[in-house]
């Protein structure tokens, strides 16, 4: 993913731009703090447990603002398209007028296609700040996502994230959530979901070339935590 640094009257915005960079992935898999959130705002989670390959996080209450779906063949062309609206959106581009501060990390959303040739579908968010989260914003074309308890099975990994790259750690992750008592818990979770759907969810800027986290998320409900 990659981003235009843009100065302003407000902190420092980071607008995605479209020229990837081929910069080499090296997969960390779990356990990597996002240096991005020492610096903004990100959801709080609890680390439930801690796999081979996958980490299991509680989200206990987050709220998102959200693109209408996105017909692409293409992740990083879908999260640019996404992404421009949601930077509108925190420049004042809303009902409100009102300017928003960047928070991190920016997800997308895909339901994969059936076929190579076929659009997937996708949903760009973005973490609404904890002040702006009793009353977003509203505006066109966007829609809020108010998460109460809900699950996600992790897996990280570095690198500027390129087409290429989503599909291997999606797949990755279900790999190695098969050899684990988890593996039946999130696909019952994920039920009232596209069983097929997952989340990328991306955290660093472009001129950050060391330590960068992306993630694949697999979000799914729990009545209960799961003992082992």
């Given at each position: 993913m990659q981003w235009l640094l843009i100065c302003s009257t407000s902190p420092l915005f980071l607008v995605y731009f479209s020229t990837l960079t081929n910069w080499p992935n090296h997969n960390?898999?779990?356990?990597?703090?996002?240096?991005?959130?020492n610096r903004i705002e990100c959801p709080s989670f609890d680390v439930i447990q801690v796999g081979n390959g996958f980490e299991i996080r509680r989200y206990n209450s987050s709220v998102w603002?959200?693109?209408s779906p996105i017909e692409d063949i293409s992740f990083v062309s879908a999260t640019r398209t996404g992404f421009l609206e949601l930077f509108f959106y925190i420049q004042g581009k809303n009902e409100y007028k009102k300017?928003?501060?960047?928070?991190?990390p920016v997800l997308t959303e895909?339901?994969?296609?059936?076929?190579?040739?076929?659009?997937?579908?996708?949903?760009?968010?973005?973490?609404?700040?904890k002040l702006n989260q009793a009353d977003p914003p509203p505006a066109k074309g966007l829609h809020v996502q108010k998460w109460?308890?809900?699950?996600?099975?992790?897996?990280?990994?570095?690198?500027?994230?390129?087409?290429?790259?989503?599909?291997?750690?999606?797949?990755?992750?279900?790999?190695?959530?098969?050899?684990?008592k988890w593996s039946d818990v999130v696909e019952k979770g994920k039920s009232t979901s596209p069983p097929s759907s997952?989340?990328?969810?991306?955290?660093?800027?472009?001129?950050?070339?060391?330590?960068?986290?992306?993630?694949?998320?697999?979000?799914?409900?729990m009545e209960d935590d799961y003992v082992l």
């Open positions: 960390q898999n779990v356990g990597i703090f996002p240096p991005t959130c603002m959200t693109t300017h928003i501060e960047m928070t991190g895909i339901v994969p296609s059936d076929g190579p040739f076929c659009a997937s579908s996708f949903l760009v968010s973005f973490y609404v700040p109460g308890k809900k699950y996600a099975a992790v897996r990280q990994f570095s690198g500027f994230v390129q087409d290429s790259d989503v599909g291997v750690e999606a797949a990755a992750l279900h790999e190695s959530l098969l050899g684990s997952y989340i990328v969810a991306q955290y660093n800027s472009p001129f950050e070339f060391e330590n960068r986290v992306n993630e694949i998320w697999m979000v799914f409900d």
